[in-house]
């Protein structure tokens, strides 16, 4: 039984726009009007209480597992909780490496 690759139409997912309205979310109306759910602080307590025993734990997967692969997850978690995620540089340049130029227009 191996892998089959979907055929035919794509399934339209959420509501349909309305008739007449054919491009994205309409003007002046957000696409999320209830904002960000509020965050359960009684669900966030509950895990800070495990914070001490995740560290142990991810320190002892770090030394003692018997995977690489588990070692360096566990390794890259104490990092990017202890000192955050590196920042990624990108580099933008126009076109055959040239400056990239940027021109506002006002209407």
């Known amino acids: 039984m ?3 690759k979907k055929t035919g139409p794509k399934k339209a997912r959420g509501r349909p726009f309305q008739k007449g309205h054919t491009k ?3 003007k002046g109306k957000s696409g999320n009007p209830s904002g960000r759910p509020k965050e359960n602080k009684e669900v966030k307590e509950l895990f ?3 914070t001490e025993q995740a560290v142990e734990k991810l320190a002892w997967l770090m030394e003692n597992a018997e995977k690489e692969s588990v070692q360096l997850a566990a390794a890259e978690a104490i990092l990017d909780r202890a000192w955050g995620k590196p920042i990624q540089a ?3 340049a126009g076109t055959q490496g ?6 506002v227009v006002y209407e």
């Open 98 to 103: 040239a400056p990239l130029t940027v021109r």
């Open 48 to 50: 800070r209480q495990w």
């Open 24 to 26: 994205g979310f309409q």
């Open 90 to 92: 990108h580099e933008v």
């Open 2 to 4: 191996g892998w089959k």
